[in-house]
């Protein structure tokens, strides 16, 4: 006789990172339900089997229903599971971390929403702290050599907004020059359409952002790629 087995429930966890006030922030909403009612959480929700392609669209459709958006930056963190992360019994939650700017995430999620501190997190319900930390600790540690930060900006930045977003996520402020040295970043002058970087990923635009000085010049990335020489 085949023995049956009974299965957990599966669903994702989205851990929403922006920058805020110079800090490195995480979207939490208050749940309206049991169990850990009236906690601060993480979005989440259930895998629909008949509706949801992959994980990806699980998360993707969750964040569309809660929010009305879709992150340029979504990517899975790991599993968490166990018989004591939530009350109700054996569960497993995907978690992921979607990057996102403040100006974007905001207005998206304007009343669902609040903005703490990474570094210092109020008490969260079931695991969600632990998926938090995990989540900043992958951002930080990929940030050192790739673009990820880049999808904490508008789809186009200066090299001044792109520098804060590397000094904000680490807590260290360095010179203009030391800064581009380190990604591999050219000064000499660019035409749109030429890369700034070494790896042919910061792509100059013909748009400029005006200021009390020389405008400066506009940048899109072109995709989630590595420095040839970054490091933090």
């Given at each position: 006789m085949k023995q049956s087995y009974t299965t957990p429930d599966v669903s994702?966890?989205?851990v929403l990172l922006t920058l805020?006030?110079?800090l490195l922030k995480v979207a939490l909403h208050q749940r309206d339900r049991a169990p850990a009612k009236h906690s601060l959480a993480l979005p989440g929700g259930y895998v629909h089997v008949g509706e949801d392609a992959s994980l990806e669209a699980t998360a993707k459709r969750v964040?569309?229903?809660k929010t009305g958006f879709a992150p340029r930056y979504l990517e899975q963190l790991r599993t968490f599971g166990g018989p004591a992360r939530d009350p109700r019994g054996w569960s497993v939650a995907v978690s992921h971390v979607a990057l996102i700017p403040h100006a974007e995430l905001s207005a998206a999620g304007a009343g669902v929403f609040q903005f703490y501190d990474v570094d210092d997190l109020p008490e969260l319900a079931f695991d969600h702290a632990e998926q938090v930390e995990e989540a900043v600790q992958r951002v930080r540690n990929k940030a050192s050599y790739s673009t990820l930060p880049c999808w904490l900006l508008p789809e186009s930045f200066t090299l001044t907004q792109l520098q804060t977003i590397y000094e904000q996520i680490f807590g260290e402020a360095?010179?203009?020059?030391?800064?581009?040295s380190r990604l591999g970043i050219k000064v000499a002058e660019l035409q749109p359409g030429d890369a700034a970087d070494e790896a042919d990923i910061l792509i100059a635009t013909d748009e400029f952002q005006g200021g009390n000085q020389r405008p400066a010049r506009l940048f899109k990335v072109n995709r989630l790629s590595l420095f040839k020489r970054a490091f933090w």
């Amino acid at each position: 006789m085949k023995q049956s087995y009974t299965t957990p429930d599966v669903s994702v966890d989205i851990v929403l990172l922006t920058l805020d006030e110079g800090l490195l922030k995480v979207a939490l909403h208050q749940r309206d339900r049991a169990p850990a009612k009236h906690s601060l959480a993480l979005p989440g929700g259930y895998v629909h089997v008949g509706e949801d392609a992959s994980l990806e669209a699980t998360a993707k459709r969750v964040l569309l229903e809660k929010t009305g958006f879709a992150p340029r930056y979504l990517e899975q963190l790991r599993t968490f599971g166990g018989p004591a992360r939530d009350p109700r019994g054996w569960s497993v939650a995907v978690s992921h971390v979607a990057l996102i700017p403040h100006a974007e995430l905001s207005a998206a999620g304007a009343g669902v929403f609040q903005f703490y501190d990474v570094d210092d997190l109020p008490e969260l319900a079931f695991d969600h702290a632990e998926q938090v930390e995990e989540a900043v600790q992958r951002v930080r540690n990929k940030a050192s050599y790739s673009t990820l930060p880049c999808w904490l900006l508008p789809e186009s930045f200066t090299l001044t907004q792109l520098q804060t977003i590397y000094e904000q996520i680490f807590g260290e402020a360095v010179s203009r020059g030391t800064f581009r040295s380190r990604l591999g970043i050219k000064v000499a002058e660019l035409q749109p359409g030429d890369a700034a970087d070494e790896a042919d990923i910061l792509i100059a635009t013909d748009e400029f952002q005006g200021g009390n000085q020389r405008p400066a010049r506009l940048f899109k990335v072109n995709r989630l790629s590595l420095f040839k020489r970054a490091f933090w």
